[in-house]
């Protein structure tokens, strides 16, 4: 049962300099507190027990949404609401915007940011899923400098990811949609805003109706997100169609052990995803028309 | 301890707490204001939810000393006057804001603990979306859990405040 928070230090610096310093200091006895929409929950219920918490809300420079030579960088602390509402965001990562409404609910997106959700790394959630589609970057910084993290190799496990403790994550960068790319995000979840018991995502490129580049991620079927490369390989040179869709879930499934828990057994979760994947594909592939 | 002011309801109030103190034991045990329930006190129950800042957020996900400087908008904040009791000359509900005013009319509360967090989401949620139909509705108030379960006439109160409002 959760109770009240437990004891802990607390800073609250105004520039990455700062931070960084901070960091450097307390290294792995210190949390980072971002939007708070996880962390704190964890130390409610003493899965956390930070001795410091460095919090970043005051570092403006970390807060907005950019567009260059077809990259979208966004500010880590850019609250999830704010992404959701950004035309930029709809227009140029269609992927994100179309996941963003599904994230906790309306009173957690106030709070909640893309930084803080990526850094976490709930392999249930639905931006790192987002992020491993996309191929996105991670950006960390440190008083050593900054790291650019390719998403394929941030997710380390439940909860962990490749930042070092003295590092800060900055910024997210993913590639802007370009025309003929087609998006789904779909979920099962018990019920709206709730973790998903299965989450997909979904950008498929078509050029002459052929499909020229296919990406697929899972939420909620490991430890991490989960590209589905063997689906991705089959699905690129074909035509859309309702059979093709229909054999690339049971490739995109076919090595998926997923855990179970009181929502669901493995073999629910993966007749989910492979109903996931049908739809996903046919929702993609509808949506990439109608951007043509 | 930390010295944090913040506005509440329109006043100026000012506090001193323990960095891990949340908003919502601020609120009630520094402030008096125990209009803001707290449930589950892990963001899983709505029951908190407070406006700060125009936005709806769960103060038991944020710090006191996160709020310095806000704007908090709590139960407390939305009738015009105190609730009085009922009589012939008063009709119920004297004072209540209009969702207030639509959620008596359609009976939308059984025991009450976790009305506050679906007004104050409600009103945030009307505020910024005034044009919103049953379906949003129900999505903008699926973190709020009501365990009388009388979600429907919850959804009805605040789809009359709607159109009331659109009609005023």
């Not at chain 1, 790192?128 to 496990?157: H, K, N, Y």
């Not at chain 2, 400087?69 to 009589?87: C, F, K, R």
């Not at chain 2, 209009?98 to 008596?104: E, I, P, V, Y």
Request: hydrophobic share 45%; charged share 20%; proline share 5%.
């Amino acid at each position: 049962m959760p109770v009240k928070l437990p004891y802990v230090e607390y800073e609250a610096p105004t520039t990455m300099a700062e931070a960084v310093d901070l960091l450097a200091e307390h290294q792995d006895e210190a949390s980072v507190l971002a939007g708070g929409q996880s962390l704190i929950p964890l130390m409610a219920l003493r899965l956390a027990r930070p001795a410091v918490l460095i919090d970043i809300n005051g570092l403006s420079e970390l807060v907005g949404v950019s567009v260059t030579d077809g990259t979208v960088a966004i500010g880590a602390m850019t609250r999830e609401y704010v992404a959701e509402d950004s035309a930029t965001v709809g227009d140029t990562v269609p992927l994100l915007a179309a996941a963003l409404p599904l994230i906790g609910h309306d009173a957690i997106r106030s709070r909640g940011t893309i930084g803080g959700s990526l850094a976490h790394a709930d392999p249930a959630a639905e931006l790192p899923a987002v992020a491993l589609a996309l191929d996105a970057e991670f950006v960390v910084r440190s008083r050593a400098g900054e790291r650019v993290i390719p998403a394929a190799d941030w997710f380390e496990g439940y909860l962990a990811t490749s930042r070092r403790p003295d590092e800060i994550l900055a910024e997210v960068r993913f590639p802007a949609a370009g025309p003929g790319t087609g998006v789904a995000f779909l979920e099962v979840a018990r019920r709206h805003g709730d973790f998903a018991i299965v989450g997909l995502a979904v950008s498929l490129t078509l050029a002459d109706g052929v499909i020229s580049d296919a990406r697929l991620a899972f939420a909620g079927v490991s430890d991490v997100p989960i590209r589905a490369a063997a689906a991705e390989d089959f699905l690129s040179g074909e035509r859309p169609s309702a059979e093709l869709f229909a054999e690339a879930a049971r490739r995109a499934t076919a090595g998926l052990d997923p855990p179970a828990d009181l929502n669901g057994s493995s073999e629910y979760r993966k007749q989910v995803a492979a109903t996931l994947v049908r739809r996903g594909l046919q929702a993609a592939a509808d949506n990439a028309y109608e951007r043509q | 301890m930390r010295e944090v002011t913040v506005r509440v309801n329109g006043a100026p109030r000012t506090g001193s707490v323990e960095a891990r103190k949340t908003l919502a034991d601020f609120l009630r045990d520094d402030l008096d204001l125990t209009g803001t329930h707290i449930g589950c006190e892990h963001g899983v129950c709505g029951a908190c939810t407070v406006i700060v800042d125009g936005r709806a957020v769960r103060s038991c996900l944020m710090l006191a000393v996160q709020a310095a400087g806000s704007e908090i908008t709590t139960i407390e904040g939305l009738a015009t006057a105190q609730p009085q009791p009922t009589s012939p000359d008063r009709p119920p509900g004297a004072g209540l804001g209009t969702l207030q005013q639509a959620m008596w009319d359609s009976h939308s509360f059984q025991c009450g603990f976790c009305t506050p967090g679906f007004v104050m989401q409600a009103t945030a949620y009307l505020d910024a979306h005034p044009d919103a139909g049953e379906q949003e509705i129900r999505e903008a108030l699926s973190g709020n859990i009501c365990r009388c379960t009388g979600y429907q006439s919850i959804i009805d109160g605040v789809l009359l405040a709607a159109q009331r409002s659109r009609e005023a």
